[in-house]
C-alpha cells in the first residue's frame, strides 16, 4: 500500500481558511485520495475523496496536484468544531487492494 | 438510515478474561473491517470482509483472536485471552461492495480496558 506524510500538527484561527497538506509520492494511476477526520471519542468520518480533479463538498475541498503526488484538503472557515485529527489515505481501485491504511494523520487544532 | 453500530462502547476486564466486541455494518455493504486504534495513534487493520470471507487477516493476532462474520452481515472479534496490551479502541467499519472507490464507514469503536 502506497504511504502518505502529513504533518502531526496544524493551528488555525476560527472562521479562517485552513489547509492540510499530503505528500503522497509513490502513488498509483489508480490510487484514490480519500480524506477521513476523527473527533475525539468517535470513530473516523469520511471528508471527500478524488482521483484527479479537484473536488468540492459541503464539508471542504480538495486540491489534486497535476502531478499526483501531493494534495491538500481545505476547510473555507474553520470553527471549534473542526478540531479533529485529519487522516489522508491512497486507496487502490478493483484488484488493487481494499485496505484503508491510516498513518498518524494530522492533529488540528482550532483557536477561538 | 442506520450507520455502523458497535457494542458494548465501553467494556473493562481483567487479563487473561476474554472479550467480544459486536458490529453490525451498513445495510448492503459487503465489506466489512475490524480495526484497532492505540491512543494517539491512527487506526490498524486487523481483518478485512467482503461477505463472509475474511479475504486479509494477515495483521490478525491469530493466537489470541478471533472473528467471524457468519452469514455475511455482522460480525464478532473476539479477544481470548485478553492481555494488558490489548487495551484499545477496536472500531468496525463497513464499505459498498468489491471494487468500491468510496467512502468508509466508521462505528463508534469499543474501548477496551484490560487491567
Known amino acids: 500500500d502506497a504511504k502518505t506524510t502529513q504533518p502531526n500538527s496544524m493551528e488555525s484561527n476560527e472562521e479562517e481558511p485552513v489547509h492540510l497538506p499530503c505528500n503522497h509520492s509513490?502513488?498509483?494511476?489508480?490510487?484514490?485520495i480519500h480524506w477521513y477526520r476523527q473527533l475525539p471519542s468517535q470513530g473516523p468520518e469520511y471528508v471527500i475523496h478524488?482521483?484527479?480533479s479537484n473536488v468540492n463538498n459541503r464539508m471542504a475541498s480538495l486540491a489534486i496536484a497535476e502531478d499526483r503526488k501531493s494534495s491538500t484538503l481545505i476547510l473555507h472557515r474553520a470553527t471549534l468544531r473542526d478540531a479533529a485529527v485529519y487522516y489522508c489515505?491512497?486507496?487502490?481501485?478493483?484488484?488493487?487492494?481494499?485496505?484503508?491504511?491510516f498513518g498518524p494523520g494530522t492533529r488540528l487544532s482550532v483557536l477561538p | 438510515e442506520a450507520g455502523v453500530v458497535q457494542s458494548p462502547r465501553y467494556k473493562i476486564i481483567e487479563k487473561k478474561q476474554p472479550v467480544a466486541f459486536w458490529c453490525n455494518p451498513i445495510?448492503?455493504?459487503?465489506?466489512l473491517y475490524w480495526y484497532l486504534q492505540n491512543l494517539g495513534q491512527g487506526p490498524e487493520l486487523l481483518i478485512r470482509?467482503?461477505?463472509?470471507?475474511?479475504?486479509?487477516d494477515s495483521q490478525l493476532p491469530k493466537d489470541r483472536f478471533s472473528a467471524e462474520r457468519l452469514k455475511g452481515v455482522d460480525s464478532t472479534l473476539k479477544i481470548q485471552p485478553a492481555e494488558l496490551g490489548d487495551s484499545a479502541v477496536y472500531l468496525c467499519?463497513?464499505?459498498?461492495?468489491?471494487?468500491?472507490?468510496?467512502?468508509?464507514?466508521f462505528g463508534e469503536g469499543s474501548r477496551l480496558t484490560v487491567l
Open positions: 467499519a463497513s464499505s459498498f461492495m468489491t471494487g468500491y472507490t468510496g467512502e468508509l464507514f
Open positions: 509513490t502513488i498509483s494511476g489508480t490510487d484514490y
Open positions: 478524488g482521483l484527479t
Open positions: 489515505i491512497l486507496r487502490g481501485g478493483y484488484n488493487y487492494g481494499q485496505n484503508f491504511v
Open positions: 445495510s448492503g455493504h459487503n465489506t
Open positions: 470482509y467482503e461477505n463472509e470471507e475474511a479475504v486479509d
